[in-house]
Every structure is written in structure tokens, then in C-alpha cells.
T-cell receptor, first 114, second 117 residues
Framework: AQKVTQAQTEISVVEKEDVTLDCVYE???????LFWYKQPPSGELVFLIR??????QNEISGRYSWNFQKSTSSFNFTITASQVVDSAVYFC???????????FGTGTRLQVFP | EPEVTQTPSHQVTQMGQEVILRCVPI?????FYWYRQILGQKVEFLVS????????KSEIFDDQFSVERPDGSNFTLKIRSTKLEDSAMYFC???????????????FGPGTRLLVL
């Protein structure tokens, strides 16, 4: 069975702090993809990144970076120098071979205070 | 930049009524999805649709639900007789194709917030 766990329900930081959102996944498939989505207060789901199971290179995009470690089944997301606009719920998700669905974690609510 | 659109943004209905939620997927996408998110909970898969038929559905997607692509652009979710527990945000998503390969990114619409009274 596939599962995504985001143990951090809510994180509060002050602007300019760095923050890491944890994601741990379970799957028996060797081919799978991991995703992060952002859900701002307006409610939409915004795609941030996709990573496949064969590519463990870390990725950086501006203030965002992602650390994928198969050895610990984790795909963590770090925001550097957080800003108020980063306040949102962040979802980690998993898709596995031979299924259409994305399996979401329960999300982490990030609040960035000025 | 192309995006998935959904109408209406909000819908209030009485228990037992039928509702139709509408979505316009990204134009060159071939694969369509519905998800729902009950308030404060995680996003759950309902159904996927490819080549004019359901590709996969979850246990949530029972006989009260149906999906349709009535024309070349719209994709709809119908709930025949709404229940209180159907109150949720419903998201439509689309992806380019290659079903069941796990690699496609699903792009989500802004959602329809359904409230059943």
C-alpha cells in the first residue's frame, strides 16, 4: 500500500527564517513520483515540483529546495529566508506505477509572521 | 499560461438535490481527474477519466457520482442526490497523458466549494 506522512501539522516561523517541511512516503513500487503542492489561503492547489524515484539529486529553485533520500523514504522541502507570502498549506504527494491517483499527505500548514 | 478552470467557485445546495460541477481542463491534456478535500483534511482521489471512459475510481466514487465529457472542452462531475457529507472542496485536474505510468504531473483547478444543507 502507498502512504504519505507529513508529521508536522503546523509550523510557525518569523519572516527570513529557514523552514523545512518533512515528508515520508511508503511504497513497494520501484518506479514512482513524488510531488509537492502549495495550497494558499485562496484554496487552489499549485504544483511546485515533481521528482522520480530514479533521480535522487537535490533540486533548488530560488528560495525553495528539495532533498530526496530513498534510504529514508523522505522528500523534504526547505524554504530559505521565508516570506509572508509563503504562508500556505503544503502537501506532499506520491504517484506509483499502474495507478492514476495521487496519494496526498495530510499537509503542513506554514504560517510566516512579519 | 494554460490553466484548469472550474465553475462555479461556490455552490450551496439542499440535501437530496443534484449538482453538476464543471471543469475545463488544459486544452492539450488527455487525462482528467476529480479529487475532493473535506474541510481541513487531505485531498482524496475520486476518479480518473481517459479516452471517454473512467480509468480508475476510488471507493468514495459510488453510484451517486458520475463523470462526463459532454463536449470537447468540458469535464463534469455530477452528484445525483447530495448528502451532508458531500460538503467539500472539489478539485478538477488534468495531465497530458501516458496513463498509469506515474510520471504525469496533474495540474489542478481552483476548486468548487460545495456546501450541502
Amino acid at each position: 500500500a502507498q502512504k504519505v506522512t507529513q508529521a508536522q501539522t503546523e509550523i510557525s516561523v518569523v519572516e527570513k527564517e529557514d523552514v523545512t517541511l518533512d515528508c515520508v512516503y511508503e511504497t513497494r513500487d520501484t518506479t514512482y513520483y513524488l510531488f509537492w503542492y502549495k495550497q494558499p489561503p485562496s484554496g487552489e492547489l499549485v504544483f511546485l515540483i515533481r521528482r522520480n524515484s530514479f533521480d535522487e539529486q537535490n533540486e533548488i529553485s530560488g528560495r525553495y529546495s528539495w532533498n530526496f533520500q530513498k534510504s529514508t523514504s523522505s522528500f523534504n522541502f526547505t524554504i530559505t529566508a521565508s516570506q509572508v507570502v509563503d504562508s500556505a498549506v503544503y502537501f506532499c504527494a506520491l504517484s506509483a506505477y499502474n495507478t492514476d491517483k495521487l496519494i496526498f499527505g495530510t499537509g503542513t500548514r506554514l504560517q510566516v509572521f512579519p | 499560461e494554460p490553466e484548469v478552470t472550474q465553475t462555479p467557485s461556490h455552490q450551496v445546495t439542499q440535501m437530496g438535490q443534484e449538482v453538476i460541477l464543471r471543469c475545463v481542463p488544459i486544452s492539450n491534456h488527455l487525462y482528467f481527474y476529480w479529487y475532493r478535500q473535506i474541510l481541513g483534511q487531505k485531498v482524496e482521489f475520486l476518479v480518473s477519466f481517459y479516452n471517454n471512459e473512467i480509468s480508475e475510481k476510488s471507493e468514495i466514487f459510488d453510484d451517486q457520482f458520475s463523470v462526463e465529457r459532454p463536449d470537447g472542452s468540458n469535464f463534469t462531475l455530477k452528484i445525483r442526490s447530495t448528502k451532508l457529507e458531500d460538503s467539500a472542496m472539489y478539485f478538477c485536474a488534468s495531465s497530458e497523458g501516458l496513463p498509469k505510468t506515474a510520471q504525469e504531473t496533474q495540474y489542478f483547478g481552483p476548486g468548487t466549494r460545495l456546501l450541502v444543507l
